[in-house]
């Protein structure tokens, strides 16, 4: 019986990793409902790790599966194993692929924070595919620190990290919430209603002004729906 080529069978197995990785990066199911319009953004670089998290996970396991059957030690065989003093190239090769990974995450990360607006205030405008119909339980997040004077680039007027600055572009936001932090517990106060709740209430696509402050120590506000923090 002819056996089979292990480049043969290396290039199925190859194949098989990959196209099952990228269905699971795509149908993991792993993340809540959007809400936001960064969310699409932050759900695709997740995506793409997922993808390459399942295929290192079975590369390695499978190997480690395939040498415990193909080098086990059979029975009534008390010799020594096979003395093996390392593999140059597959040392180089393992350690320039991760490398070469996570530089390229590095690099897709940074330009993900950019297009958030991560490195300076952004701008919103209101195009139809931001509608309500296109992108059910969008909302824009904003105030995420008071920056002083001198760092803004509009005396007395915060920046914002994330999302569009409503007073820079003329328009002041369509809610703003006030949020209070405390151990174990967010407050929320609607200032146009006067209305407090534990829970975030916001409507479908609008923009949204959080007003971040706390009672205790200094806490990180997330929201998950929101891919925000």
Not at 78 to 85: A, R
Request: hydrophobic residues 45%; negative net charge.
């Amino acid at each position: 019986m002819q056996q089979i080529p292990v480049s043969l069978l290396t290039l199925v197995a190859g194949a098989f990793i990959t196209v099952f990785s990228i269905w699971v990066g795509q149908n993991h199911s792993l993340l809540p409902v959007q809400a936001s319009q960064q969310a699409p953004l932050v759900d695709a670089f997740f995506n793409v790790m997922v993808s390459i998290a399942t295929a290192l996970f079975l590369m390695v396991e499978g190997t480690i599966l395939i040498f415990l059957v193909q080098y086990r030690r059979r029975r009534g065989d008390d010799t020594d194993g096979v003395d093996v003093e390392g593999n140059l190239p597959l040392e180089v090769f393992w350690t320039a692929v991760p490398t070469l990974i996570v530089l390229c995450l590095g690099i897709y990360s940074v330009n993900i924070f950019q297009d958030m607006g991560g490195f300076e205030p952004g701008s919103h405008p209101h195009l139809p595919q931001h509608t309500a119909a296109q992108m059910p339980g969008s909302a824009i997040a904003a105030t995420l620190s008071d920056a002083s004077p001198k760092e803004s680039k509009t005396p007395g007027v915060p920046e914002i990290g994330i999302g569009a600055n409503p007073k820079r572009l003329n328009k002041p936001a369509d809610v703003v919430v006030n949020v209070t932090g405390m151990q174990f517990a967010w407050l929320f106060n609607y200032p146009d209603s006067n209305v407090s709740a534990g829970e975030l209430h916001i409507p479908v696509g609008a923009d949204v002004q959080l007003n971040l402050s706390a009672v205790d120590v200094i806490h990180s506000f997330w929201v998950p729906q929101f891919r925000l923090k």
